[in-house]
C-alpha cells in the first residue's frame, strides 16, 4: 500500500533440487542493497492446505492482508490471507470475504477498504421452438422451459408437450429432474450420488429413462413417474447400454449411444431386453 514493494506470482526457475512450485512473492521497489531480493511468502501453500484447489492470483493488500479469488468444487470466491509487512510470511489461514454466490474474481482493494471485483452468473435452460409440418421453424420467438441458475440440460419432451425431463447440477452430483409445463412444478426423480448423463421420457409421459454416467460401464434405468411427479422404484433396464437418446413413437424401444471408438448408435427393445447396433 504505501508503494515501497510490489507483490507478484512467480516461479523460481534457478532453483535446484526438485520441481520448482509457483509461489506469491515480495521485492522491493527502490535501488539498493536489496535490489533483486524477492522474498518468498509461502502464501500458496498455506492456501492449498486449506483445501482450495485453484487459486488465482493475488489482487492486492486489503489493509494487512492480501486479497484474492479462489474456487472450491461448487464457487468461486473471494478470499483475503494475512501477511506480515516486516517478515512478508504469511501468518494465519485464509478467511472468506464472499459467499460466491456468482463467479466472484479480479479483486481490487482501495486504500478505504472497500474492494471492487466482477461477479457474473451462468445459467443453461431448456429452450423450444415450434415447427410446422414441414419441420420448419414457426414464430421468431423461442420459448424458455426452465428458469434458474443451475444448469440443465439433454430436455426431452412427451408428445403432448405437458411433460419434460432433463438433467440438472454439474458433474459431480448430476440427476435426473421433471417439469410439468402445464403447473409449472418441478420435482427431482433421482436423488443418489450416481452422476446422470442423460435421460428421456417416454412419448406417453409415463416413464423416464437414464444413463448412469461412466467411467466404466454405463447402466440404463427406468421408472414409471406418479401424478405427484414422484418416481417409481428404479428398474435396471442394460447393464452396459450407454447414453440414452429417444425413445421410439410406439414407446417400446429406446435409442441409445454406446461409448465404445468408435462410437455405436443402437436400439433396446425394452420387452426381450435385445440390443441391435444399427450404426
Given at each position: 500500500p504505501?508503494?515501497?514493494?510490489?507483490?507478484?506470482?512467480g516461479?523460481?526457475?534457478?532453483?535446484?533440487?526438485?520441481?520448482?512450485?509457483p509461489d506469491?512473492?515480495?521485492?522491493?521497489?527502490a535501488?539498493?542493497?536489496d535490489?533483486?531480493k524477492?522474498v518468498k511468502?509461502g502464501?500458496l501453500?498455506?492456501?492449498k492446505?486449506?483445501?482450495?484447489?485453484t487459486?488465482?492470483?493475488?489482487g492486492?493488500?486489503?489493509?494487512d492482508?492480501?486479497?484474492?479469488?479462489a474456487r472450491?468444487d461448487?464457487?468461486?470466491?473471494l478470499?483475503?490471507i494475512?501477511?506480515?509487512?516486516?517478515?512478508?510470511q504469511?501468518h494465519?489461514?485464509?478467511?472468506?470475504?464472499?459467499?460466491?454466490t456468482?463467479?466472484e474474481?479480479?479483486p481490487?482493494?482501495s486504500?478505504?477498504?472497500?474492494?471492487?471485483?466482477?461477479s457474473?452468473?451462468n445459467?443453461?435452460?431448456?429452450?423450444?421452438?415450434?415447427i410446422?409440418?414441414?419441420g420448419?421453424?414457426?414464430?421468431?420467438?423461442?420459448?424458455?422451459l426452465t428458469?434458474?441458475?443451475?444448469?440443465?440440460t439433454?430436455?426431452?419432451m412427451?408428445i403432448?408437450?405437458?411433460?419434460?425431463?432433463?438433467?440438472?447440477?454439474?458433474?459431480?452430483g448430476?440427476?435426473v429432474?421433471?417439469?410439468d409445463?402445464?403447473?409449472?412444478?418441478e420435482?427431482?426423480?433421482?436423488?443418489?450420488?450416481?452422476?446422470k448423463?442423460?435421460?428421456a421420457?417416454?412419448?406417453?409421459g409415463?416413464?423416464?429413462?437414464w444413463?448412469v454416467c461412466?467411467?466404466?460401464?454405463?447402466?440404463m434405468?427406468?421408472?414409471t413417474?406418479?401424478?405427484?411427479?414422484?418416481?417409481s422404484?428404479?428398474?435396471?433396464?442394460?447393464?452396459?447400454?450407454?447414453?440414452?437418446?429417444?425413445?421410439?413413437?410406439?414407446g417400446?424401444?429406446?435409442?441409445?449411444?454406446?461409448?465404445?471408438?468408435?462410437?455405436?448408435?443402437?436400439?433396446?427393445?425394452?420387452?426381450?431386453?435385445a440390443?441391435?447396433m444399427?450404426a
Amino acid at each position: 500500500p504505501d508503494g515501497a514493494h510490489i507483490l507478484f506470482q512467480g516461479v523460481d526457475v534457478w532453483r535446484t533440487g526438485g520441481e520448482a512450485s509457483p509461489d506469491w512473492w515480495v521485492a522491493p521497489v527502490a535501488e539498493g542493497k536489496d535490489t533483486g531480493k524477492a522474498v518468498k511468502t509461502g502464501a500458496l501453500d498455506s492456501i492449498k492446505r486449506s483445501g482450495l484447489p485453484t487459486i488465482y492470483a493475488p489482487g492486492g493488500w486489503y489493509r494487512d492482508k492480501v486479497v484474492f479469488s479462489a474456487r472450491d468444487d461448487s464457487a468461486r470466491f473471494l478470499l483475503a490471507i494475512p501477511l506480515s509487512a516486516r517478515t512478508w510470511q504469511v501468518h494465519g489461514p485464509p478467511e472468506a470475504l464472499t459467499f460466491g454466490t456468482g463467479v466472484e474474481g479480479y479483486p481490487s482493494p482501495s486504500p478505504s477498504g472497500a474492494i471492487a471485483f466482477t461477479s457474473y452468473k451462468n445459467e443453461i435452460n431448456i429452450w423450444s421452438r415450434s415447427i410446422d409440418e414441414s419441420g420448419w421453424v414457426k414464430g421468431k420467438e423461442p420459448r424458455k422451459l426452465t428458469t434458474g441458475q443451475a444448469y440443465k440440460t439433454n430436455g426431452s419432451m412427451n408428445i403432448d408437450g405437458t411433460r419434460l425431463v432433463f438433467v440438472l447440477g454439474h458433474r459431480p452430483g448430476t440427476n435426473v429432474w421433471i417439469r410439468d409445463l402445464v403447473s409449472g412444478r418441478e420435482a427431482s426423480l433421482t436423488i443418489d450420488a450416481k452422476d446422470k448423463c442423460s435421460t428421456a421420457i417416454s412419448p406417453d409421459g409415463i416413464r423416464v429413462v437414464w444413463s448412469v454416467c461412466g467411467p466404466g460401464p454405463e447402466t440404463m434405468f427406468m421408472a414409471t413417474i406418479n401424478p405427484d411427479l414422484s418416481a417409481s422404484i428404479p428398474e435396471k433396464v442394460c447393464d452396459d447400454c450407454g447414453r440414452v437418446v429417444d425413445w421410439s413413437r410406439a414407446g417400446d424401444s429406446i435409442l441409445f449411444v454406446d461409448h465404445s471408438n468408435p462410437v455405436r448408435i443402437g436400439i433396446l427393445t425394452l420387452s426381450s431386453g435385445a440390443r441391435t447396433m444399427i450404426a
